[in-house]
């Protein structure tokens, strides 16, 4: 296919499916993006320590919309790097005494990438690493993570594709065993 979009599964089968069980998608419909969270979690206390933000400040601008809830609630609640990233661009952002309604209608405007590189901080490893990503008990997936300034966004979304795509053909098969 030159579109690019994977057909929906069982579709060269019919509608539904190779036996008919009903499994699979009707035809014309995508399969879903599925949610894969940051490895790298920080608690609140983290983050003060690297924004010099104090947690009751990071608390309102997460109930002002500034910033995404945390992950959980109470005292095991954890924050990923994208709330660092934009608890740095608030901070850089009032410093130029912007208001918390310009503030939140500038955050609302960039991605992550964006702000990364507004900032201009390091999201890479500062020295070459491999990261071993497991997704079967026997199907490994190694992946170097360069050393650098600049992080390769589009190389780590097709890596989030390949780790998705793999866990939908893994599910298709253990359902057909």
Known sequence: ?????????????????????????????????????DRHRYTI?????????????????ISQGLIAPAHGRGPSATYDRDHLLRLQAIVRLKETNAPLDDIKATLAELSDADIAAMLEIETAPPEDRWRRIELHPDIELHVR?????????????????LVRLTNLELNDYRGSR
């Not at 924004?51 to 601008?61: E, G, L, N, S």
């Open 45 to 61: 206390a983290e983050l003060e320590q690297h924004t010099a933000v104090p947690a009751r400040t990071i608390r309102y601008y």
């Open 1 to 37: 296919m030159a579109t690019g979009r994977r057909p929906a599964v069982g579709a060269e089968h019919g509608r539904n499916g190779a036996g008919g069980r009903g499994r699979s998608l009707p035809r014309g419909r995508t399969i879903p993006e599925v949610h894969i969270p």
């Open 145 to 161: 993570e360069r050393a650098g300034k600049r992080r390769d966004y589009d190389f780590e979304r097709l890596i989030d594709k």
